[in-house]
């Protein structure tokens, strides 16, 4: 079983900065694909960014290329998203995801934080 718990969500405003980070529990983080994924009111949940067990692979909704970095630290159980240039249109609850599969974009992992809000002003 792995535990994941998000935190760094806040209120910004557009074009600020904001850092996601998302710890998990157990000792099989390294081996895990990890994504980040955004539901906003209203929306069905949607794939931000991915990365995979040795941080070889990462993938990006056209949404948020250029804009946001996934990057993970395997000695800490933590993988983080750093957001920058910011717009209304990014609010929302940002979920953290854990699989031990391929790195996939879609909602298909196995595990989900609690999720974590993310709030841009304009």
């Known amino acids: 079983q792995v535990q994941l718990v998000e935190s760094g969500g806040g209120l910004v405003q557009a074009g600020g900065s904001l850092s996601l980070s998302c710890t998990a529990s157990g000792r099989t983080f390294s081996r895990l694909n990890m994504g980040w994924f955004r539901q906003a009111p209203g929306k069905e949940r949607e794939f931000v960014a991915a990365i995979n067990w040795r941080s070889i692979s990462t993938r990006y909704a056209d949404s948020v290329k250029g804009r946001f970095t996934i990057s993970r630290d395997n000695p800490k159980n933590t993988v983080y998203l750093q957001m920058n240039s910011l717009k209304p249109e990014d609010t929302a609850v940002y979920y953290c995801?854990?699989?031990?599969?391929?790195?996939?974009?879609?909602?298909?992992?196995?595990?989900w934080g609690q999720g974590t809000q993310v709030t841009v002003s304009s």
């Open positions: 995801a854990a699989d031990f599969g391929a790195v996939i974009t879609t909602t298909d992992y196995d595990y």
